[in-house]
């Protein structure tokens, strides 16, 4: 038996360790085949001493039968809408509010904004605990099982800590191509995007169905920072990253508005050789001082803007 929790712990560890290389980091140090051989070996020792298995094992992704309903979660903190951005002019707008308030010494970041739906992610202890959407901003829904299908979500951080974070969970454009493909050939009628696709899926009650629609997630804010004596967004993205969670790489701290309009204009021809759509850039104010200095309304903050690009042409293949 204590041969068997020794190797139950480091098929934990090398599993787990796997599947962050695999779905985080894009950069696999061992075949699938190896990967799956020691999945079953997990399993075929969990199935052996059920009492061994543990929350954070990555056997426990797929989690057990259908729900019979979603339930209601209260956010700790509001989850916040952003407020839109059209053209440039919108942004040196929203930069001179900006400075009215805080002063010309503020520093901003850019991310690219992922079209699907935002979701929150608890974790006690560096264990995930919970996830759920955004809903109305205040009351979402409890989708803890069909999160963590999701490989990409860490099941244990790489530290003990307690926190919320936020992010966006959406379909990549070759998982969306896939499922469509699917339908087409089963006569279903098809998603018209993959924003779409990922709201369907997260909405399953059998988590087996959202497992596999492959579906993946970008961590985009810690929702207790402060707490955690963090005091700017980049410093929380890159403690989000230090923790294990998958962040968006392509962010960047612009010194100005001159040099946001720049990352604008840059993406906007590309997102079209991006793996997932994007549906915009949100701009944040680094400092969160002066995101606290700069508050929010009852809707969204005044620290932050969502630029949207114009929609895409549709192509209907
Ligand atoms: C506060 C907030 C609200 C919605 C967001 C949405 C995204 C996104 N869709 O990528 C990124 C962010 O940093 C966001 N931040």
Redesign the pocket.
């Known amino acids: 038996r204590q041969a068997a929790m020794k190797r139950i712990e480091e098929l934990r560890e090398l599993l787990n360790k796997y599947n962050y290389e695999y779905y985080v980091l894009d950069r696999p140090s061992v075949p699938d085949a190896e990967y799956d051989r020691l999945m079953q070996e997990l399993i075929a020792l969990e199935e052996q001493y059920p009492d061994l298995k543990t929350k954070d094992s990555p056997s426990q992704r797929v989690g057990g039968q259908a729900l019979d309903a979603f339930q209601k979660v209260e956010h700790r903190t509001p989850?916040?809408?952003?407020a839109n951005a059209f053209n440039e002019g919108d942004l040196r707008d929203f930069d001179r509010r900006v400075r009215q308030e805080v002063g010309d010494d503020v520093a901003y970041v850019c991310?690219?904004?992922?079209?699907?739906l935002?979701v929150s992610v608890r974790y006690e202890d560096g264990y995930f605990v919970q996830g759920a959407t955004r809903g109305d901003g205040v009351t979402g829904e409890d989708i803890t099982e069909n999160l963590k299908t999701i490989r990409s979500l860490p099941l244990r951080l790489n530290e003990p800590v307690t926190l919320e974070a936020?992010?966006?969970a959406y379909m990549p454009k070759a998982s969306f191509e896939r499922l469509n493909e699917q339908r087409r050939n089963r006569g279903e009628e098809l998603f018209a995007n993959p924003r779409n696709a990922a709201a369907g899926s997260l909405r399953q009650l059998d988590p087996k169905i959202a497992a596999s629609r492959h579906l993946d997630l970008?961590v985009?804010?810690l929702a207790n920072a402060e707490e955690l004596g963090i005091d700017s967004?980049s410093a929380a993205l890159d403690y989000l990253q230090q923790l294990g969670f998958k962040t968006?790489p392509e962010r960047r701290r612009c010194a100005n508005i001159d040099e946001v309009i720049q990352f604008v204009n840059e993406w906007h021809g590309k997102r079209s050789h991006l793996p997932y759509e994007?549906?915009g850039i949100?701009v944040?104010v680094d400092s969160f001082e002066q995101q606290k200095q700069l508050g929010a309304t009852a809707k969204?903050?005044r620290w932050?803007v969502?630029y949207k690009f114009p929609a895409e042409e549709v192509v209907t293949k």
């Open positions: 989850m916040l809408s952003l991310e690219l904004k992922i079209d699907g935002a936020r992010g966006e970008f985009y804010s967004h968006n994007i549906d949100v944040k969204s903050p932050a969502a």
